[in-house]
Each structure stands twice: as structure tokens, then as C-alpha cells.
């Protein structure tokens, strides 16, 4: 199993790149860092941070990157994924994460160029991920589909469950297009968390584990997260030792003591 850490949640008492010294005292050498384009001159700090360390920058996702579902941002869409990539390549990200829409700062969903039907919103979905994905396929860099909850979030989200990531990844069929199935996303959505894994199980290659209704480590709120582990094991989920446990949480106490607690969990 291997823990990834989200640096946007953890060790908030010290600037963005020392907290990769912190992660890597606890053994956790994968960094997810949310929205790249906002912490300016940091990401090359925690870049290099993550080279001095033996850490990687394992995500990180554009919050500038338009709504793929609005034909009319698709060119704002390409423009900036373009520079993600290049960015990506730069700092030695693995993983970039897409959503069917652009989340503004006051959790709003981008507001659209045009009025469209749910089938023209989703056919213009399909088509700016597919024009997407021609731009990742010349690097080495994997794309996270992921779907938000509309709980938090604010206006017509296209993809919130897992199903619609799971279509997605299913029609597009390309090898560098992979999903990532988010406990706390799906539950405030749609629930239904075993099954799930159970149904899309080779599609995802990151499970995220933060709890409900805090958003924080497992075994605070509602999800059985023994359970969840045990599915995971059923799955093989771990099988080659690489499966990927995403930590975005915000630790109730110490980030040790909650990384004890998952590792209990997961690892028992």
C-alpha cells in the first residue's frame, strides 16, 4: 500500500514546502498538492523540496482549467492543459486531476458561454476530454477523472458519481485516462461506496479515504471504513503493492496519530 499525502490538509503550521520534509519523516514520499496555478513560485519550492527529500509531486490539478462540458471553453480548456502538462513535466507530477466542470473560488461551477441540454453539456464533455487526452498522450503524464460531490459544491455538476467518472473513462479507452474514487465525494453524493469499488474496480487507481461529514481521518464519521478495506483486499486492490491510498483529510489531532489510525485500518 502506498500512502499519499495532501499537502493542502497537512502540517498547515509551516509553509507549503517544508511540510514535504514533515510527510517524509512518516514514511510518506508521494505529495498531493491541490490548485498549481494559485501557489505561484511554491510549486518549483516544493519541487524541489520533494528532489531534496526523495518525494515525488504524485497530483495537482489546474483550478483554472475551464468546464469541458461548455463547447465555448473548450479552447480555455486546451490552452491550459497544455500548460499543465508542461508544468507536470517540469516539476515530475505523475498524475493531473480532470472534472467535468471548472469549481470557481466561492464553489461555484463556471458559469457557461451558452444554455445546453444535459446531452449536449455531456456529448461536449466527451469530446473536450477526448481532445484533451491527445494533448496527455504525447508525455508520460496519467489523468485522474474524478467526480464531485454536489453537497459542498454549488450549480450543475455533470459528474458526481462514480457511474458518470466510470462512463467517461469507458467511452474514452485510452491508457493514460484512469479515475480516482473519492469516499468523501461519493458518500455525500450518492453513497453506494462497496458496490462501487466492486463495479469499477480496475478503472480507479486512487482511493481517497477522508471521513464524513468533517473530512477527516477514518473512523470519525459515518464510513465503514473496515469494511472498505476489506473490499479492497477482496479486489486485490494492493495486489502488486502499489495501490495508491490517497490521504486528503484534515487529521483531527496529530497527522502521526491519524496516520496510525489508517494504517490499522488498511493494513490489518
Not at 464553489?107 to 484533451?132: C, F, H, I, M
Not at 496527455?136 to 459542498?152: C, G, I, Q, R, S
Amino acid at each position: 500500500m502506498i500512502y499519499t499525502g495532501y499537502a493542502d490538509f497537512w502540517f498547515q503550521d509551516v509553509a507549503l514546502p517544508e511540510r514535504v520534509a514533515r510527510f517524509a519523516a512518516l514514511g510518506i514520499h508521494a505529495i498531493d498538492v491541490w490548485m498549481w496555478r494559485s501557489k505561484g513560485a511554491q510549486m518549483d519550492e516544493l519541487a524541489d523540496a520533494c528532489r531534496q527529500h526523495g518525494c515525488v509531486i504524485n497530483s495537482t490539478f489546474d483550478e483554472m482549467a475551464g468546464s469541458l462540458t461548455d463547447a465555448g471553453d473548450h479552447p480555455r480548456c486546451l490552452d491550459a492543459w497544455a500548460e499543465s502538462l508542461e508544468r507536470a513535466q517540469r516539476w515530475g507530477v505523475k498524475h493531473l486531476f480532470m472534472f467535468s466542470e471548472q469549481i470557481d473560488a466561492d464553489s461555484w461551477v463556471r458559469r457557461p458561454t451558452r444554455d445546453y441540454t444535459p446531452e449536449q453539456k455531456y456529448a461536449n464533455l466527451l469530446d473536450g476530454v477526448a481532445r484533451v487526452m491527445a494533448l496527455v498522450e504525447k508525455t508520460p503524464v496519467v489523468v485522474w477523472f474524478e467526480a464531485l460531490n454536489t453537497y459542498h459544491l454549488h450549480g450543475p455538476i455533470t459528474v458526481h458519481t462514480h457511474e458518470l467518472a466510470a462512463d467517461v473513462i469507458r467511452r474514452i479507452n485510452h491508457a493514460q485516462l484512469r479515475m480516482t474514487f473519492d469516499c468523501f465525494h461519493q458518500q455525500r453524493t450518492a453513497g453506494n461506496l462497496i458496490q462501487g469499488l466492486r463495479d469499477y474496480a480496475g478503472l480507479y487507481d486512487s482511493v481517497h479515504i477522508g471521513d464524513v461529514p468533517t473530512r477527516q481521518e477514518p473512523g470519525t464519521g459515518e464510513i465503514n471504513f473496515v469494511n472498505i478495506a476489506r473490499t479492497l483486499r477482496e479486489l486485490n486492490y494492493d495486489a502488486d503493492g502499489k495501490g495508491l491510498i490517497g490521504l486528503e483529510f484534515h487529521p483531527s489531532t496529530s497527522e502521526q496519530a491519524a496516520l496510525e489510525k489508517v494504517k490499522q485500518i488498511f493494513e490489518t
